[in-house]
């Protein structure tokens, strides 16, 4: 029971890790905020925290306005009355373009969801945090691993979400609040299984073929699941690792070593 009797609040809850993130919460003994901009979905997911044990306050979000933050703030606090951990794992898909030919209106419209959106929920939540001697963690990616091509608008949008984090970490950190951030690799889930199977199919072989080549590429032969994903959120925002800030750690399998 890692974060028994806490409140962790979860920002951009969606099929695979957000989810996993806010039952593996609930799970370990907290009662969760889950905010994204899809009701009907937080609905469902609200059901498997409730089935955990725990209570669930259901905050449709867009993340990327000030007022909307603002109420998600207010009432998960109305409702609860502290906030122990907030995950910021709100996400869009940048444009898969070189940074030579992207648009630039493009990347600022990723900016905003990516780096912008995290910064102003945990600013407006640092109150809470400070109150509780609480922590935050940033979901980022493997893409700071590597330059490839056309991954350059994805890694710029994901290098300014880590050093928001680790300044935060040295800005909150004599406060009490701990800022880390978790960096996946692929995330074997429904997104990346359908991405498999089109790419199965316009090549003409098993979905399992492509499996198997990308796992090739780790260490453990497997890509990770988001429950184990989630587990490694969960450690950073609890007391386990109460001596660690301003720290990334990568869940990818052994896909890269940093």
């Known amino acids: 029971m890692l974060m028994a009797d806490r409140v962790v609040l979860v920002a951009g809850v969606g099929p695979g890790l957000g989810q996993a993130v806010a039952v593996r919460a609930a799970q370990s003994g907290a009662d969760v905020v889950l905010a994204a ?3 009907s979905y937080l609905a469902e997911v609200a059901g498997k925290v409730t089935a955990a044990g725990r209570r669930a306050l259901v905050v449709p979000t867009d ?3 000030d007022a909307a933050a603002q109420r998600l703030a207010d009432a998960a606090l109305a409702e609860f009355g502290r906030v122990d951990a907030l995950v910021n794992n709100a996400f869009v ?34 109150p809470a945090l ?14 700071l691993r590597h330059s490839r091509r056309p991954f350059g608008p994805y ?18 950190g004599p406060h009490g609040v701990r800022v880390n951030s978790v960096a996946p690799g692929w995330i074997w889930a429904d997104s990346l299984r359908a991405w498999f199977e089109y790419q199965a199919a316009e090549r003409g072989v098993p979905a399992q073929q492509i499996y198997d080549e990308t796992a090739a590429t780790t260490d453990l032969r497997r890509l990770p699941e988001p429950d184990e994903i989630a587990d490694a959120v969960l450690f950073l925002a609890s007391d386990l690792a109460r001596g660690i800030t301003g720290q990334c750690l990568d869940v990818n399998c052994g896909e890269f070593h940093h």
């Open 37 to 39: 901009r899809t009701e």
């Open 63 to 65: 993340l990327t306005d």
């Open 130 to 143: 400070v109150a509780a001697g609480g922590s935050v963690v940033m979901v980022n990616s493997a893409v």
């Open 93 to 126: 898909m940048p444009p898969m373009r070189s940074l030579g030919r992207v648009d630039l209106d493009d990347l600022r419209a990723g900016f905003e969801t990516n780096v912008l959106a995290a910064l102003r929920l945990t600013r407006l939540l640092t």
């Open 155 to 172: 890694k710029l949008s994901k290098v300014g979400l880590l050093a928001v984090a680790q300044n935060l970490a040295g800005e909150l």
